[in-house]
């Protein structure tokens, strides 16, 4: 996911190339790859809407998720980092995941979803606040690409998702799933707000830097 924290890319040293902001470069297979991304994450929410397809949605998103990895790897491969692929991936990427707590917050009850909203609320503010300040520093010229704390978040929040989503399913005999759920989920909000910690030291410092 670009600046979204797995292999990203934001991270790939080629520059998009310079002119036009977007151009016709910019209809080639990483961009395709994201923009698949996007739909498969319609087709998700729809299926968590609609309650009967659990296994089936965690297989999908787990798909989802992977591709980020895809276009990350065609991009920087192929030389095809453009400003839309730049623009698109992340939101993409916080799209799908966000969007996929968001969801699962609807989904309580018996068995619920383990989604709470203070969980919804500091992810999604993680990603606001570390967006808005990736903003300032990249228009002042400084690097702020992903770091491993970003990946190492995104990458349990996928976890958590998944089980979450697993954990729904009444078809899978697995009664220390809940419980499992419920670590991953509080262990992905705590890398979250340390993640966030993380860049906010180093984008005080940037800007420290003058």
């Not at 340390?194 to 830097?209: A, I, K, P, T």
């Amino acid at each position: 996911m670009a600046s979204s924290e797995t292999t990203t890319r934001t991270e790939a040293e080629p520059e998009p190339k310079r002119g036009a902001v977007i151009g016709r470069e910019s209809l080639n297979m990483p961009n395709f790859v994201t923009a698949t991304r996007l739909l498969l994450s319609i087709v998700l929410f729809s299926m968590i809407t609609s309650g009967d397809w659990w296994i089936s949605a965690a297989a999908l998103f787990v798909f989802a998720a992977s591709t980020d990895a895809l276009d990350g790897y065609l991009a920087r491969k192929y030389k095809q980092i453009t400003v839309l692929g730049r623009i698109l991936d992340p939101f993409v990427d916080k799209v799908i995941v966000c969007g996929t707590f968001v969801f699962l917050l609807e989904k309580q009850g018996t068995p619920g979803s383990g989604v709470n909203a203070w969980m919804v609320i500091i992810i999604i503010g993680r990603e606001m606040f570390v967006s808005s300040l990736r903003g300032i520093l990249e228009k002042e010229g400084k690097d702020f690409s992903a770091s491993l704390s970003g990946k190492l978040k995104m990458s349990v929040q996928c976890v958590a998702v998944t089980a979450s989503l697993l954990s729904l399913s009444t078809d899978l005999p697995w009664p220390w799933l809940p419980t499992v759920r419920d670590l991953l989920l509080w262990f992905a909000v705590a890398i979250t707000v340390w993640s966030g910690f993380v860049y906010l030291l180093r984008g005080f410092s940037l800007l420290r830097q003058g």
